[in-house]
């Protein structure tokens, strides 16, 4: 009679899981007879792995005195169907066999199990502790931030250097991101460190966040909003010394990065989208997103992004009491400053609730080859 197998399988799973597992862990090869198969790991080698990649090819060595008839896999105390038959040696004389298994990891820890018999009725079970999470894959967070508090010909704002130092400081610190903060810029020095980033090579899931503090302005009669760079005429009529919204888009559109951010905490920001600046009046449409939760940060990284969240529409926007920051930035500074809440994960559309309430209302949207579904997160450490 064929013994009756109790499997006690330990669940971890957590989409903040970041930590290394235990090289303590004592590897589970557990046999339930003494004419059992005996099993050796061809891969995963190690007891405790962590993969970059949500596939992962099990390959198992299994020697045994009787041909094998029974092969069983479980992932989390799921049993999980194999996809791929197995070579049964025959006769009494021993007989070694090879088990290949591709299997589909689970944000978090996967223990996979390998429950194999023979005919004799030996039974082994052996066990892998394999983390995958989306933290360990190859990828990079970066921010880009501009900040212009000095002007030659304009007025000098309080607090745009102040909130992008605060800003950079939270993401860097906290989030990984790999930050740049550039001071007070001229135009040339905004489109020359916009086209290196251009320059730049990305991977697949890398975001990247552009950041603009300073003055705004918009052409009524063009009806063209701008950012006005530390260098900035007073009364330029055709806009040369300005970056207008039109070309920022163009210009960040196509830096190589699939999921890309802009915010604008300037006068007049909202005119990034063309509607709004086209249009008589404010309006423009809200954007709503049904998400779930399965494989989370993989998912939200899924499609390409290209998001914009500005500090106001077709108005001018507070800079703020000098050391408080504007409203704008401290809002922000108050998302960030949750860390993502128990995931640990801030999407944008988690974000956008920080903002619901101030004014003047906050725009945001999407420009250039943004894919429906996409998303922006802030994955804390």
């Known amino acids: 009679m064929k013994r009756m197998i109790t499997a006690i399988f330990v669940v971890l799973c957590s989409y903040g899981m970041a930590q290394e597992f235990s090289a303590k862990t004592e590897p589970i090869q557990l046999t339930l007879d003494a004419n059992a198969p005996e099993v050796k790991w061809l891969s995963p080698q190690q007891d405790n792995v962590v993969s970059k990649d949500k596939s992962l090819t099990l390959e198992l060595e299994i020697s045994s005195t009787s041909p094998i008839s029974s092969v069983n896999m479980f992932n989390n105390g799921m049993e999980i169907p194999m996809s791929r038959g197995i070579s049964i040696g025959g006769g009494s004389s021993s007989a070694t066999t090879k088990v290949e298994q591709t299997v589909n990891l689970n944000l978090g820890m996967n223990q996979i199990t390998f429950i194999i018999e023979n005919e004799e009725g030996g039974v082994i079970e052996v066990t892998r502790n394999v983390g995958y999470n989306f933290e360990v ?68 899931k890398d975001q990247l966040l552009v950041f603009y503090a300073g003055h705004g302005k918009f052409d009524e009669v063009t009806r063209m909003g701008y950012l006005a760079p530390s260098d900035a005429e007073l009364d330029d009529l055709v806009g040369d010394s300005y970056i207008s919204h039109s070309n920022l888009r163009d210009y960040v559109n196509r830096i190589p990065c699939d999921h890309t951010f802009v915010m604008l905490d300037a006068c007049f920001g909202g005119t990034f989208d063309q509607a709004l600046a086209m249009s ?102």
């Open 137 to 204: 894959s190859d990828r990079s967070d970066y921010a880009l931030i501009f900040a212009v508090s000095e002007y030659d010909e304009w007025g000098d704002l309080t607090n745009p250097v102040y909130d992008a130092i605060a800003i950079e400081g939270e993401l860097s610190e906290y989030y990984g991101f790999k930050t740049e903060l550039v001071i007070n810029p001229t135009r040339r020095q905004i489109l020359e460190k916009i086209r290196e980033y251009a320059g730049k090579s990305y991977q697949p």
């Open 280 to 381: 008589g009046s404010r309006g423009g449409q809200s954007m709503f997103y049904e998400l779930t939760r399965s494989e989370f940060i993989e998912r939200k990284l899924k499609y390409k992004t290209r998001k914009y969240l500005t500090s106001g529409g077709k108005e001018y926007v507070p800079d703020g009491r000098p050391g408080a920051h504007s409203p704008f930035a401290r809002k922000m500074l108050e998302a960030l400053r949750n860390y993502g809440g128990n995931d640990k994960v801030l999407t944008f559309t988690e974000l956008m609730t920080y903002f619901e309430a101030l004014t003047p209302q906050p725009r945001s949207g999407e420009f250039g080859e943004n894919e429906p579904g996409s998303d922006f997160i802030f994955v804390a450490k």
